[in-house]
């Protein structure tokens, strides 16, 4: 069954009698077309029993039919009331108003369920197609792997514009433009998210971003980045040493490739999501920094950059083969420095397959 004959059978199995996704990540995974409406309309409609549709501004449907979508494609024009040329496909399709409806509950705005309600007053949002997409792209296959490989190496290659960018003075900001001016040159258009280069204390902020702050040597800097490689993303981090960090630097260094190297040498199928973030968790706990490592270990990755599974405490699924994740454990120490070390991996059948392959061994830039 291919991706659209399967959530076909989940509405089947359901009883219900639409499916309305709207996220522009949820519309790429089954039609191949990626896209950013904004704030205009965009769904890809899909039937237990009938042929789906999407629908897109009418500036996008040429794109999405040359993107590979071969059902039908209507759009409307930025004059026209979007949800009753919807409303008149769906009746094209269905004997009766849909009644129970699947939408995106993560995603949808409440204003698009009252735009539905006016065309449909009878309608219930019964189904989450959120937590039909959490479970159903869980397991990738080969061909969705080779996909996220390519991306690592986009990120590979960010890597070693990134370090080669490294000089006295020159902000992080600065950094961060010759990472994304070089993966442009290439035709890398897109990153998963903004780019981060930190030196120093400003590592230690692991939500915040690149400064104007000069680099300094003599202090580790922390990079983490990811590009979009038709539609799949990559996430990596590598922490490098400027010069000569402090001997403190050093150490949460090491600890974190411990950490680092440990948990992903443990992925196989059969142990848990949860035992990988203990194994990783342990050993920095055991160093004495168990307080600075305020996350969990890793994150799901796909056509977005954060989705199932965690791997984190209490979350007892076990790996299977076609799973792919992060495996980032960081030490943040505020005011001093901060550490990360990630790669994205998928599981095989015996162990895992790393997307990256930048060295994690720490590199000594002068
Ligand atoms: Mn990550
Ligand atoms: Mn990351």
Known sequence: MNKIERIQQWLQDNNYDIAYLNDPISVNYFTGYQTDPIERVLGLFVFPNADPFLF????????????????????YLDHEDPFKIISKHIM????????????????LPVSR????????PDSQFVGDVSKYMEKTKLIKTPEEIALLQAAGKEADYAFSLGFQAIKEGKTEQEV????????????VMHTSFDTIVQGGANAANPHGGPEKTPLKRDELILFDLGTVHQGYMSDASRTVAFGKPSAKSLEIYKVCLEAQLTAQAAVKPGITAAEIDKIARDIIKKAGYGEYFIHRTGHGIGTSDHEFPSIMEGNDLVLQPGMCFSIEPGIYIPGVAGVRIEDCVAVTETSSLSFTSTSKELTYID
């Open 56 to 75: 897109v501004p009418q500036l996008e449907v040429e794109a999405s039919k040359k993107a590979g979508w071969n059902k039908e494609v209507y759009g």
């Open 176 to 187: 961060v433009a010759e990472i994304e001016y070089g993966l442009m040159k290439k035709g």
């Open 92 to 107: 094209e399709r269905l004997d009766l108003a849909p009644k129970n409806w699947a939408i995106e509950k993560f995603s």
């Open 113 to 120: 369920m009252e735009s539905i309600l006016v065309h449909f």
